[in-house]
């Protein structure tokens, strides 16, 4: 087939002219799928040419066929994806492959999930962990994270969960989300001893790794290590550090302990004003906890105005989640008829509520009355 094709394009800031007359497989020089891959891509974005994938799908494969390895492996995605072409796994793997057995790292990283989840090939574990592995070594920061989680689960490999937690982190260095969360879940589970030995180092480690890379999970984590001194030496004021860099990422967990350590002056000094912002930011979010101490604020007028009505607002939402100090607050102010209208009824299905949780303070008064 003969094809007129006058193409002029950008590359690198210089303009380069290019008149293609005759494209066929027998006529193109292999020096040309530079340019066949440069023009496929902008026509897959829409960059200075009409937007059009089965022209890019067209001009991929031209280059592809070439031997180009970038090329090939987007042929196997616009075929994995059905766009430009018919959807077809069994296609997309076979490009893949050409492509990965030249050393194209993003398609042996998705050679190996093709391998993973039975996509145009038969399931093989062991040989997705096997390209997984020669991609991981190339730095593809998505196969680095796939073989950890191979190791941490024992897929296709022997279960190793410090070699998963070395892929881990080497994917994070170069900022893949996935990792910094996988990280911070394998700490979680040496932490809570989630079908592994518990070991509080060892989840410290973890959280550390995660939380460098401004994961704001393990921030909250790491801070509340410091703050309980496990796995490490108590440190308050580091504990405030690491709340408020989970905070500042919107946090509810670190908001409400970084308003409470601004409301004890632990780590930091006393602050009521900042506790209330924090904690105010916290309740915004539902957090539980959070809503039952701003209703406390309100409540003791501590900062802001005294209200009875807005303590009970914030200790109903708080009491509707199930915290017992909420349910235990808000019966006494319906006992006492403070901020809503008396009602020693509902007054003492609180208390109990809150004494079936081992609320102290609600047993007490339950057996005073």
Not at 56 to 64: G, H, M, V
Not at 108 to 132: D, H, M, P, R, T
Not at 262 to 290: C, I, M, N, R
Not at 292 to 309: I, R
Request: net charge negative; charged share 25%; with cysteine.
């Amino acid at each position: 087939m003969i094809l007129q094709w006058p193409v002029k394009f950008n590359i690198d800031h210089l303009t380069i002219g290019i008149m293609i007359k005759e494209v066929t497989n027998d006529t193109i020089q292999a020096d040309d799928s530079a340019a066949l891959l440069e023009l496929a891509k902008r026509h897959y974005r829409g960059d200075g040419v009409p937007l059009d994938y089965k022209e890019a799908f067209r001009l991929f494969s031209l280059a592809a066929e070439l031997g180009d390895p970038v090329a090939q492996c987007r042929v196997g995605m616009m075929y994995e994806d059905g766009e430009g072409v018919e959807w077809d796994f069994s296609e997309a793997f076979r490009w893949y492959e050409r492509a990965a057995l030249q050393g194209n790292p993003d398609a042996q990283c998705l050679l190996a999930i093709c391998y993973q989840l039975s996509a145009g090939v038969e399931k093989n574990l062991a040989e997705a962990v096997k390209w997984f592995r020669l991609s991981a070594d190339l730095d593809n920061d998505v196969a680095q994270w796939l073989l950890g989680v191979a190791y941490e689960e024992g897929a296709g490999v022997a279960q190793d969960l410090a070699e998963a937690a070395k892929w881990y982190r080497q994917a994070a260095a170069q900022g893949s989300e996935d990792a910094l969360e996988s990280l911070y879940d394998l700490g979680a589970r040496y932490f809570e001893g989630d079908g592994v030995s518990q070991d509080s180092e060892d989840a410290f480690l973890l959280f550390s790794a995660s939380a460098s890379h401004g994961y704001a999970k393990a921030q909250y984590s790491l801070g509340g290590m410091y703050e309980h001194g496990e796995g490490i030496e108590r440190d308050l004021p580091e504990a405030v550090k690491w709340y408020r860099l989970a905070a500042e990422q919107g946090d509810a967990c670190a908001q409400n302990n970084l308003g409470m350590m601004y409301s004890e002056g632990e780590g930091v000094p006393q602050d009521f004003e900042e506790a209330l912002k924090w904690t105010g930011l916290a309740a915004a979010q539902d957090h539980a906890y959070a809503q039952y101490n701003l209703g406390c604020f309100y409540e003791d007028g501590k900062v802001v105005a005294q209200d009875y009505a807005e303590a009970a607002k914030w200790y109903a939402l708080a009491a509707a989640q199930g915290n017992s100090d909420a349910q235990c607050r808000l019966g006494i102010l319906y006992r006492d008829g403070l901020g809503v209208e008396q009602d020693e009824a509902e007054a003492v299905k609180l208390f109990l509520l809150s004494a079936d949780q081992d609320n102290e303070d609600a047993q007490s008064i339950l057996d005073s009355m």
